[in-house]
């Protein structure tokens, strides 16, 4: 079973569909599209996987540690992880960035998905009993291109 964080629209739908057509089980992670995630699990279940929609906020730590757990319990051993939920905020100018507006993209963008990969390892690795899987980040493609005065963060 394979976790998609962000997998109810975008990239992440995109991703959990493809990996469904190629056989994998599926669990897509949303905040709060539920609707739009449940539509990517039917999607999902049209390709003959099991596939779970579970709601998760991923600024809390329990609510990483939550959403593995219970992945796990309704879909049995993890063998990837789809990091892929990411926010940005509203265009704006550097010198208008407040200490809030950076710890809540750090909290998402950073800190989220360092902990989602660590319950991965905690549950793949043959370190920890598991056997083995594999981990990718999504990022956006300003990351490498930048976009000047509108997505600094």
Known sequence: MIIITGGSRGIGAATA??????????????RSRRDEADAVVARCLAEGVRALAI????KDEDGIVGLFAQAVDQL??????????????????LDT??????ERMMAIN????????RE?????????????????????????VGSPNMYID
Do not use: K
């Open 55 to 58: 709601e998760a906020d991923l």
């Open 110 to 117: 950073v800190t989220a998905q360092i902990l989602c990969a």
């Open 97 to 102: 960035f407040t200490a809030a507006r950076v």
């Open 17 to 30: 569909v493809r990996l469904a057509d190629a056989g994998h089980d599926v669990v897509v992670s949303y």
């Open 120 to 144: 991965a390892v905690l549950r793949m690795s043959t370190a920890h009993g598991g056997s083995g899987g594999s981990i990718v980040f999504v990022s956006s493609a300003a990351s490498r």
């Open 76 to 93: 049995g051993p993890l063998t990837g992880l789809v990091a892929n939920a990411g926010i940005v905020d509203q265009a704006a100018r």
